[in-house]
């Protein structure tokens, strides 16, 4: 037995399943209304408060002549989140070589981040393409693109427990030294935490390995080496014009690139980017290119000396990636390493 009820709900039912289109697309439309809002009004929160950005159409100049910049805070936000994406490219980079050839999965990872990199350019680039920008970033990425092939064979001849840290304390130090010679003066806050950070690098990647027996070189050297390249990367990307936007990664990229593709020829192993290119890799090659981007817009924002080091962090993100993903052991080393670097980064950034 129905009643008026019943029959009521009956009805209501039936006007509802009549038109599900109606209700789906209104769902899809107030979510993208939402999505809109809120993307809309993080944008415009990064055009006032963050310092990259607003360099990107402002004069840096001013900060030269201060002895603190109001942008600190800002700078050290873009240095971590350019450690953070450099450490998570390094760890799909590694993922990727176990696959690929190393050199191939550095030069296809650059292909890809060029491309990228050229889709930013009319939104992120200048107002006037410099040579003189251009010339600064290819400068930077054939050191930096050398200093890689130096931290590659470190790696595959001697022992990831030398070539590793000794790297990226270099990588560190030699942007943090050209900055205190151009005249850089971090403040105490911020020198104390840049001592802390340091040695935090060599403990996060300081790695256990077995001793065979066999004598073998410690890649010393190569790590070394490596470590300078890098380094220089930094201090020769840092001297482009701030109003040049992400116009010196394009020099950087049109230097690296066909380095190493050179390269793989002289040692007659041509790489064919299309048999070597995955999601890995792909994904490897944008996070490179962020990092780059973000690492611009932080030195952008604050002192070279600091701006560095912050950035030199990146070991930790990979080591914290491997962690979870790969699920590999995390040493007390390390984890007193990570410790280390957030007081580093806490310090400095209040200095």
């Excluded at 709900?9 to 939402?34: C, M, N, W």
């Excluded at 490219?89 to 491309?115: C, E, N, T, Y």
């Excluded at 990831?160 to 030699?174: E, G, H, R």
Aim: hydrophobic share 50%; proline share 4%.
């Amino acid at each position: 037995m129905t009643t008026v009820a019943d029959d009521d709900h009956r009805k209501k039912r039936r006007r509802r399943s009549a038109s599900p289109e109606l209700d789906y697309s209104f769902v899809h439309l107030a979510t993208f209304r939402t999505l809109r809002t809120k993307a809309g009004a993080i944008f415009r929160f990064l055009w006032k408060n963050c310092a990259g950005i607003e360099f990107l159409c402002s004069d840096h100049a001013a900060y030269r002549t201060q002895g603190r910049s109001r942008y600190a805070s800002q700078m050290v936000a873009f240095a971590v989140l350019s450690a953070i994406t450099y450490g998570a490219a390094d760890f799909l980079g590694g993922v990727a070589s176990k696959r690929h050839r190393p050199i191939a999965v550095v030069a296809v990872s650059q292909m890809v981040g060029a491309v990228l990199l050229l889709g930013l350019l009319p939104v992120l680039g200048p107002d006037q393409y410099r040579l003189t920008d251009l010339g600064w970033g290819a400068a930077a990425g054939l050191l930096g693109g050398a200093g890689l092939i130096f931290f590659y064979r470190g790696l595959s001849t001697g022992r990831m427990s030398v070539v590793a840290p000794l790297s990226a304390v270099m990588t560190a130090l030699v942007p943090l030294a050209f900055g205190l010679v151009i005249g850089e003066r971090p403040s105490t806050l911020s020198t104390i935490g840049v001592a802390a950070a340091i040695p935090a690098i060599a403990l996060i990647t300081r790695d256990r390995t077995n001793n065979d027996g066999q004598p073998r070189s410690t890649g010393a050297l190569d790590g070394f080496i490596a470590g300078i390249g890098f380094g220089t990367f930094f201090i020769l990307i840092s001297r482009t014009d701030p109003a040049s936007g992400l116009w010196p990664l394009v020099g950087a990229r049109l230097a690296s690139i066909p380095f190493v593709l050179l390269l793989a020829a002289g040692f007659r192993n041509p790489i064919r980017p299309l048999e070597e290119l995955d999601a890995t890799v792909a994904w490897a090659g944008v996070l490179d290119i962020a990092a780059n981007g973000l690492y611009l817009f932080a030195v952008r924002a604050g002192l070279l000396s600091l701006a560095s080091v912050v950035t030199s962090l990146y070991p930790a993100s990979t080591i914290i990636l491997a962690r979870i993903v790969l699920k590999e052991r995390m040493t007390a080393t390390r984890l007193l390493g990570i410790v280390l670097a957030l007081v580093g980064i806490a310090l400095i950034a209040t200095g």
